[in-house]
């Protein structure tokens, strides 16, 4: 596993008591042909109710965690600071 896909794993646990590794993979398949442009296929809303529909309401939770990451509207590492005080 990624280093990225890591602390997204370790954010879920924190926040949300567990973490489906699979969400994370899913939503950045599309990078290894994509770079940094996958999102514009991995971040969006239909991705999120596809997760819901494999996943349910747990993979959309740890779905838009990741989502909410990687556009930096949620800041990891001081959140993983304070989380892991």
Not at 3 to 21: E, F, V, W
Not at 54 to 67: C, D, M, P, Q, Y
Request: proline share 2%.
């Amino acid at each position: 596993m990624s280093r990225r896909k890591n602390i997204h794993s370790r954010i879920d646990s924190l926040l949300l008591g567990y973490t489906i590794p699979e969400v994370h993979q899913l939503m950045d398949i599309a990078s290894k042909w994509l770079g940094p442009g996958h999102r514009a296929i991995g971040h969006s809303q239909q991705m999120l109710d596809f997760i819901e529909s494999v996943f349910g309401s747990r993979g959309r939770k740890i779905a838009l965690l990741h989502l909410l990451v990687d556009l930096k509207v949620i800041d990891c590492a001081f959140l993983l600071r304070i989380l892991e005080e």
